[in-house]
């Protein structure tokens, strides 16, 4: 993978843009985020080998948090913003977004942690994340390209 991390911001203390590829053997994923984007750009977009699907913005949550919705009220985490779905042959078409409800990962965090279900994160994909996360740092620090720090056994088991 290739990471390219950087502040932008003037005065930011934190990284406040990034650019990683990850490399698979069949196709490639590009992440890119930045704070710095005020619009005219996507907030989501997947493209594949039979089509596309882009969201405009992210969902409605922290929106309707500042307007006084109160979270699992009957309009909680409905969002207005239709996915655009695009086939291999160019037709597009319209598909609702899922209602969110971020407080249900936390709410399954509680019920793992008291034993009445399985983790919602498995430990593998938490560290599958956290090497993805210092192998894009170690990139954009180094230049180079990087693999993730995870044994084969580990990579076999994210398949």
């Known amino acids: 993978m290739q990471g390219n991390i950087a502040t932008l911001r003037e005065g930011a203390e934190i990284n406040d843009w990034a ?3 990850l490399n698979y053997p069949q196709h490639k994923v590009v992440l890119h985020c930045s704070m710095l984007v005020a619009g005219g750009v996507s907030r989501f977009t997947v493209h594949g080998d039979k089509g596309s699907v882009v969201k405009q913005r ?3 949550q ?7 919705v109160v979270p699992g009220s009957e309009s909680w985490g409905e969002d207005d913003d239709s996915l655009a779905v695009f086939d291999a ?6 598909i609702s977004a899922p209602r969110g409800d971020q407080r249900q990962y936390y709410i399954h965090v509680r019920d793992a942690l008291t034993g009445k279900i399985s983790n919602p994160v498995s430990p593998l994909e938490a560290l599958a994340v956290m090497a993805v996360l210092e192998a894009a740092a170690q990139s954009a620090e180094s230049g180079t390209t990087q693999t993730l720090a995870l044994t084969a056994d580990e990579l076999a088991g994210l398949q």
């Open 19 to 21: 650019h990683v590829v």
């Open 58 to 60: 992210a969902d409605q």
């Open 62 to 68: 922290e929106s309707q948090l500042l307007a006084g």
């Open 89 to 94: 042959n160019l037709r597009a078409s319209e």
